[in-house]
């Protein structure tokens, strides 16, 4: 009769099971950098077996479909123990609405004295000066660079060695490569599909070549004003960008499809041989060095005007950090975590060619390093970063503006108008950056209006800083 | 004889296997690019013949998607939708052309209307719902919410196709002494087979390409995602990898192709029953 | 029936409804629903350029795929009903394989099928000595949006054939006899017997190639992603860009989303009501 025997296993299982779940703590965690998953799960594969108590779950997303998970998780009351938190959905936003906890509690004496200071931001990682989120990696980061093929600038008669650090000469050698190439090669390749994007593309490249007091933060995008006076950013330095690309386009320098090809899809073409030079993000690195180890191509920073450094401004925080839900019950268990991390996957960033920690110590470590070109994206990323003023640094109260701000967006954004522009040019430049920055100094004024109104202690004044020089980190 | 109407048709088969081929061109071209390495598909896109055949792809798709575990999932979602839409929208269907109610008209108009109602993101209300119901992260929640959101369309083609046969039968079935029902199930059912493959084909391709809905109501189970879900792993800003794609894109193709040639025969007569009304 | 109105109620009216009623607010899509505009996100609506490009777009999109699919696929369909021809089945099968392809492969393939570097559609036309150039399909508004009307109709034009073809097949064979007795040409015969006939059919195969063109949205956000600048921003596009994204760095606006939906919506309602009562006028006037 094996019946009974097999029930009887079976109870037994359950008991079993059920004594197994009592003792284990279950975390779910939600992530939307596909860059960091494997590197995350495999510190999370050690911290299992440091902790036998504690058993977490990664839950991936594709990066388009995170917001809109969010959103129904949040209206659901489903949040998971933690998740990634995204600029669709901010941190205050989050604390205000009672959906994410203080870790301030949780994490041991001195643990945040280790990070880099400007890590703890008010209004991203902190609120109130405590603790809501863990940041996955360091606030510096993020910025375009140049990245150059050597054997199709080898193939060109150019010096392999020397990318081009001005507009003039970056025009002269694109050219070069173009005729070289007999229709088959390009000068340039980047993506310029997304908004977003090309929004940085452009700015990047405008930063050096007009007004300098205008270096655009990423977190306020919409604040293109010179920030030693508050008024509005010069358009020059835009419309100088603009007429850099148009000269490309117009000795067909860059790749015919710039407009119309993806990022990813555009790395490869250039990888391939199509271009000798490729705008894109410090992220694409690492994806080069694993899918391309025979390719012979080196990192610089963009090309500038006059040949100065490109500076891009970043506010402190971080963009990408992990916040826990009020209604996980595992608090202490996430923070137990999170302190893992901190000291055994920020390593793994760096040997992974992934990205800066947000510690300086670990940045220093050189043995840490596994590649030459990432070591060069490190010095230029540290070279080129410089960390903004925020009014919220200097008058906490600004919060409540910097949260009514993001309700207000400008009717047509930004980088879907460059690429319109750059398409079919029936589109006024001038027109539309004029209206562009008149809509957001409205919205700032607004913004400040309600918060105010609100019983919040702010004004301009906190807007704008008149000694700030703009190639000095502010705090 | 044969011979000579195949002699006959020569110029309108050579028409017609030109544009064919053209056609299904960029699908062969999806074929080839799967068993092509990623560097041969960027370098050498144009060429049919991959230099040599690799399985590869298929394998990594298959393994690094969870595939397995997915395509059971989808298989599970679309054939239990399909089923709940199949029943439903046939009764109301025969509810519709048969049953006399007040408000009737508006009822019609109103259901047609909804078609028209962009509904991408209209995603929270279904999602709040399905938490009411403490269905979250469940496949029966899932099925509900495919299921839901479906048959209006397949309701209004039914009607149509009822109303096109004549009411004598049912009194006839009737008179015999059937009830209602046993008039649907024996007399109606049976006449509306053709009407039925065409459901049956139309909601299984679009619940097993349905993306959103998957992801979102399984937010914190993914081992519950369908393949369409795990094939967006595949599309992104980190992505080089594109003959993956389409490997994983052909897998996902084949169940709805073979669905397709079983019914095909019915799938056409169906629709001649729905529109000849 | 009761089950279906209750399915119906709860997954497809409750949402819509919930949707006009988001349209009154404004609201991120999370968080309390508390700052009740009235109709502020309606005006605000009528007075966005965008709003009316996209609405503009989305209506060229809609009637260009449907005047290509639907005297295409019934050329098709007419080809492939006689019984004698060979194959038959065959072609069929291989003019529905686009239908079932997944839209976002689909998107990335002819990206590269209509790149302006070695693109297989201008290497074709090269080839054929109708153009110098390569055209730069996708790098232009106008020719991005013709690309993504071929691409469209191509994907669905199998549907519209099977279509088209079961109206064939329930036409009535006495009809054509008699005709053929009367000594009609094919051509007098098409024109007087089968095009009348196949009214009804049409209107079924319109709806569906509205409908389809109306969720186009995997398709064209592989593909051209609303650009180049926002020259194939369809409607579903627009507002998938507030209901899901922080463009410029701001909040989404699922409020003001929705509102663009309802207004997209009713129009588009209203339009095909206008249009099936002048497909049943005519059908009247026929008898």
């Known amino acids: 009769m094996p019946r009974p025997r097999l029930a009887l296993l079976l109870l037994a299982a359950l008991a079993f099971g059920a004594h197994a779940l009592a003792q284990t703590t279950q975390l779910t965690m939600w992530v939307r950098t596909p860059e960091t998953v494997d590197l995350l799960g495999t510190s999370i594969e050690r911290f299992h077996e440091a902790n036998p108590d504690v058993r977490v779950r990664i839950v991936t997303f594709a990066a ?63 609120v109130g000066g405590e603790i809501y989120a863990w940041p996955d990696r360091s606030f510096r980061r993020a910025s375009l660079f140049l990245y150059y093929n050597r054997d199709v600038m080898r193939a060109a008669g150019l010096d392999p060695d020397a990318p081009p650090v001005t507009w003039d000469a970056f025009v002269d050698q694109a050219n070069t490569v173009t005729e070289a190439g007999n229709g088959r090669v390009y000068g340039l390749h980047l993506g310029f599909t997304s908004g977003w994007f090309n929004e940085r593309v452009i700015l990047q490249l405008a930063t050096t070549a007009a007004d300098a007091h205008g270096v655009p933060a990423e977190h306020l995008p919409g604040r293109m004003v010179n920030w030693t006076t508050g008024e509005l950013f010069d358009p020059s330095g835009i419309q100088e960008a603009i007429g850099f690309f148009a000269e490309l386009m117009s000795s067909d320098a860059v790749h015919p499809d710039f407009l119309n090809t993806g990022r990813s899809q555009a790395t490869a073409q250039w990888a391939a041989g199509q271009a000798a030079f490729l705008f894109d993000g410090s992220w694409r690195l690492q994806e080069l060095l694993r899918t391309e180890p025979d390719l012979d191509f080196g990192i610089a920073m963009l090309p500038s005007r006059d040949g100065g450094p490109v500076l891009w401004g970043v506010e402190g925080g971080s963009q990408n950090a992990f916040a826990v839900a009020t209604r996980s019950p595992n608090a202490a268990a ?20 992934v990205d800066l ?75 539309f950056l004029a209206s562009y920055g008149g809509q957001q100094n409205a919205f700032l004024a607004e913004a400040l209006a309600e918060a105010s109104a609100d019983g919040a202690g702010v004004d301009e004044s906190d807007w704008v800083f008149p000694g700030w020089e703009p190639t000095v980190n502010h705090y | 004889m044969r011979l000579r109407t195949l002699l006959r048709q020569l110029p309108v088969q050579v028409v017609l296997a030109v544009v064919a081929l053209i056609w299904i061109y960029p699908f062969i071209w999806m074929v080839s690019s799967s068993f092509k390495t990623n560097r041969e598909f960027l370098s050498r896109g144009l060429e049919l013949l991959p230099e040599q055949f690799r399985t590869e792809n298929y394998v990594r798709a298959w393994e690094v998607a969870n595939f397995s575990q997915y395509f059971q999932n989808s298989v599970i979602v679309t054939v239990s939708t399909v089923v ?55 496949l029966p929640g899932l099925i509900l919410a495919e299921a839901g959101a479906a048959p209006v369309l397949f309701a209004l083609l039914f009607m149509a196709h009822f109303s096109g046969i004549p009411k004598e039968l049912d009194e006839a079935a009737e008179l015999d002494g059937a009830t209602f029902g046993q008039t649907f199930i024996h007399v109606m059912l049976p006449l509306a087979k053709p009407m039925i493959a065409t459901t049956v084909v139309l909601q299984f391709m679009w619940t097993w390409n349905s993306f959103f809905t998957p992801l979102v109501l399984t937010l914190n189970n993914p081992d519950l995602r369908t393949l369409t879900v795990g094939l967006y792993a595949f599309v992104g800003e980190y992505n080089t990898d594109w003959t993956g794609l389409t490997a994983a894109a052909l897998i996902s193709i084949v169940p709805v192709l073979v669905l397709f040639l079983a019914l095909q025969r019915y799938f056409i007569a169906g629709l001649t029953g729905s529109v000849k009304s | 029936m009761v089950p279906q109105l209750i399915l119906v109620t709860a997954f497809t009216l409750y949402p819509i409804v919930m949707t006009h009623v988001y349209s009154l607010f404004e609201w991120p899509g999370f968080g ?23 609405f503009q777009k989305s ?62 559609v201008n290497n074709g036309l090269q080839l054929l000595g109708l153009i110098d150039r390569p055209i730069r399909w996708l790098a232009q508004g106008d020719t991005a949006m013709i690309a993504l009307i071929l691409v469209a109709s191509w994907k669905w034009l199998g549907i519209k054939m099977i279509m088209w073809l079961a ?73 998938y860009r507030y209901a899901f994204t922080s463009f410029a760095g701001g909040l989404p606006q699922l409020g003001y989303a929705s509102a663009a939906g309802v207004f997209f919506g ?12 002048l497909a049943r006028r005519a059908s009247q006037v026929r008898r």
């Open chain 3, 167 to 239: 109206g064939l097949q329930s036409l009535p064979v006495e009809l054509y006899d008699a005709a053929k007795v009367d000594g009609a040409s094919f051509w007098q015969t098409f024109r007087h017997i089968t095009v009348p006939l196949l009214v009804p059919v049409g209107v079924v195969v319109l709806l569906f190639s509205m409908v389809d063109a109306l969720t186009a949205f995997d398709l064209i956000f592989t593909m051209t992603e609303g650009g180049p600048g926002f020259a194939t921003e369809f409607m579903e596009l627009y507002i």
């Open chain 1, 64 to 126: 388009d479909a995170y917001p809109g998970a969010l959103q129904a998780a949040i209206s659901g009351g489903d949040l998971p123990d933690m998740f990634q938190v995204h600029n669709s959905v901010p941190v205050p936003r989050l604390v205000s609405l009672g959906l994410i906890q203080s870790l301030e509690p949780h994490f041991s004496e001195g643990f945040r004295d280790r990070f880099d200071p400007a890590t703890w931001w008010e209004g991203s990682t902190t």
């Open chain 1, 334 to 353: 996430a923070a137990r975590l999170f302190e893992w991390l901190s000291d055994d996957y920020y390593p793994l960033l760096i040997e992974g060619a």
């Open chain 3, 266 to 277: 009713v129009t588009v309602f209203l339009i095909s009501l206008v249009l099936s009562l």
């Open chain 3, 32 to 54: 309390p629903l508390d700052r009740f505009v009235g109709l502020r996100n309606y005006t605000r609506i009528l007075a966005d350029e965008l709003f009316w490009n996209a």
């Open chain 3, 59 to 120: 209506f060229i999109f809609m009637a260009g795929t449907v005047a290509l699919q639907l005297p295409l696929a019934l050329l098709i369909a007419i080809l492939l009903n006689s019984e004698r021809l060979y194959g038959r089945n065959v072609y069929r099968t291989l003019f529905f394989i686009p239908v079932v392809t997944t839209s976002a492969v689909i998107g990335i393939v002819m990206r590269s099928i209509f790149a302006s570097h070695d693109g297989l």
């Open chain 1, 357 to 431: 920690t947000p510690i300086p110590e670990l940045n220093a470590r050189d043995e840490l390093y596994t590649s030459d070109a990432f070591r060069e994206l490190v010095r230029l990323t540290e070279l080129g970063t410089v960390v903004l003023p925020s009014p919220v640094m200097e008058n906490a109260d600004q919060l409540e503006t910097v949260v009514r701000l993001a309700g207000k967006t400008a009717s047509r954004p930004f980088g879907e108008s460059m690429q319109g522009f750059l398409a079919d040019g029936a589109f006024d430049v001038s027109g």
């Open chain 2, 84 to 138: 709940i839409v199949v029943v439903i929208s046939a009764l109301t269907g025969y509810a519709l052309a048969r049953v006399q109610f007040p408000g009737k008209r508006p009822l019609i108009v109103l259901y047609a209307a909804t078609l028209f109602i962009p509904k991408g993101y209209t995603i929270i209300p279904v999602y709040q719902l399905i938490r009411e119901l403490g269905l979250l992260n469940t």
